[in-house]
């Protein structure tokens, strides 16, 4: 069975500008997480998703958002970057809302200019 | 909100047993869980506790004690392959999957 994906893996852009990250989940999950991670604030959430809802969401400014599809693929976009927006973007599965067990995928990483 | 607390860094000897403390002030505690993260890796799922207690898995246990709001990870028969940030996360009543994770524990394994 194929693991929770993340593209692109690698990403470079500059200020100002937007990105979207893309996740594919576990076949079958149906709850999709997103999380940055930086060296100084470690893992932070941002956002969950389950059957094209945004169930929960951390606290972030409205410059992050998100969605998630009918196949339970999911997106985040970032608009506006900024340099502190360089990080790790990880993205996590899960069968269900709740569900004890989320496998997370090798992440995105983002650098802002 | 939640304050999650673990030591920023740890070294132990291989063979050795190490164990990872973590403390947490939550307004609606609805379980904790323990990841292993590998330098360049993403996190992989150690352990999940939600009942006071300790709970084993092969080398790996993990402990809760929900009224003093603490957790450990206790890990025996150190391996070298043991080297890894270790995270903790807590899931609070009514927040879904969402979890708060600690900002890591980083153990060095040694020779």
């Known amino acids: 069975k194929a693991g929770v994906t993340q593209t692109p893996r690698y990403l470079i852009k500059t200020r100002g500008q937007q990105v979207t990250l893309s996740c594919s989940p576990i076949?079958?999950?149906?709850?999709v997480s997103w999380y940055q991670q930086t060296p100084g604030q470690g893992l932070q959430f941002l956002f969950e998703y389950f059957s094209e809802t945004q169930r929960n969401k951390g606290n972030f400014p409205g410059r992050f958002s998100g969605r998630q599809f009918s196949n339970s693929r999911s997106e985040m976009n970032v608009s506006t970057l900024e340099l502190g927006d360089s990080a790790l973007y990880l993205c996590a599965s899960s069968l269900q809302i709740s569900y004890n067990e989320q496998f997370f995928g090798p992440g995105t990483r983002l650098t802002v200019l | 909100g939640q304050n999650i607390d673990q030591p920023t860094e740890m070294t132990a000897t291989e063979g050795a047993i190490v164990q990872i403390n973590c403390t947490y002030q939550t307004s609606g505690f609805n379980g904790l869980f323990w990841y292993q993260q590998h330098a360049g890796e993403a996190p992989t799922f150690l352990s999940y506790?939600?009942?006071?207690g300790l709970e084993e898995k092969g080398r790996f246990s993990s402990f809760l004690s929900r009224s003093k709001g603490y957790s450990y990870l206790l890990l025996k028969e150190l391996q070298m392959k043991d080297s890894a940030s270790y995270l903790c996360a807590v899931r609070e009543g009514n927040s879904g999957y969402a979890l708060n994770f600690g900002k890591g524990t980083s153990l060095l394994v040694t020779p």
């Open positions: 506790n939600v009942l006071d």
């Open positions: 076949s079958g999950h149906r709850s």
